[in-house]
Nanobody, 118 residues
Framework: QLQLVESGGGLVQPGGSLTLSCTPS????????VAWFRQAPGQGREGISC????????MYADSVKDRFIISKDNAKNTAYLQMNNLKPEDTAVYYC???????????WGEGTQVTVSS
């Protein structure tokens, strides 16, 4: 079964850091564009970062720009979201998404909870 598995979430104090991981099962990320989304309680799912498989370009939502870093390690077949200077408003379930660079079916993970609280 082709799927993504996120890990690395947890409880962190404001100003702290976490790194989320996204590992696929049944396929490799080499030619996939990877994106991270989040969904806070009572809100819709928000796209926050994307890493293109075509040219390696990255995109960040204004809400996380200069604090979060998206990356991918093809040797480890894992994508990451490094989150720094976390704020209470970053509290959400974080989801990984992967779609082939040439288009096609995309895959989602089941999410990992990030809670920022003192």
């Amino acid at each position: 079964q082709l799927q993504l598995v996120e890990s690395g979430g947890g409880l962190v104090q404001p100003g702290g850091s976490l790194t989320l991981s996204c590992t696929p099962s049944g396929f490799t990320l080499d030619y996939y564009t990877v994106a991270w989304f989040r969904q806070a309680p009572g809100q819709g799912r928000e796209g926050i970062s994307c890493l293109s498989s075509n040219d390696g370009s990255t995109m960040y939502a204004d809400s996380v720009k200069d604090r979060f870093i998206i990356s991918k390690d093809n040797a480890k077949n894992t994508a990451y979201l490094q989150m720094n200077n976390l704020k209470p408003e970053d509290t959400a379930v974080y989801y990984c998404n992967a779609v082939p660079g040439v288009g096609g079916m995309d895959y989602w993970g089941e999410g990992t909870q990030v809670t920022v609280s003192s």
